[in-house]
């Protein structure tokens, strides 16, 4: 059974920093792919950063150099590092892999961006 979990959220000040873990299990991990996505009140689910098994990385338009996405297979955990959060980063971040043809979510993990 693929589980993923997520943590390291919180509320923050703006300018401030947050490293969100995602921990997976029931996939072999470092063949996987990873990737972040968030959502906002009201929004639709959107594109953070993936991570490829070899460590390619990408980002949504508008990270901006701000968040960094890494992994450590040893551990089975993905990261992502937020630096510069402002009140727009205000979201539930999700993290997901894709196992057999199937997205996997985990439950999510709430930022709040405070101004």
């Known amino acids: 059974q693929v589980q993923l979990v997520e943590s390291g959220g919180g509320l923050v000040q703006a300018g401030g920093s947050l490293r969100l873990s995602c921990v997976a299990s029931?996939?072999?991990?470092?063949?996987?792919?990873m990737g972040w996505y968030r959502q906002a009140p009201g929004k639709q689910r959107e594109f953070v950063a993936t991570?490829?098994?070899?460590?390619?990385?990408n980002y949504g338009d508008f990270v901006k150099g701000r968040f960094t996405i890494s992994r450590d297979n040893a551990k089975d955990t993905a990261y992502l590092q937020m630096n510069a959060l402002a009140p727009d980063d205000t979201a539930v971040y999700y993290c997901?892999?894709?196992?057999?043809?199937?997205?996997?979510w985990g439950q999510g993990t709430q930022v709040t961006v405070s101004s």
């Open positions: 997901s892999a894709v196992h057999i043809g199937r997205v996997y």
């Open positions: 029931g996939i072999t991990f470092r063949f996987n792919a």
């Open positions: 991570i490829t098994s070899d460590g390619t990385t």
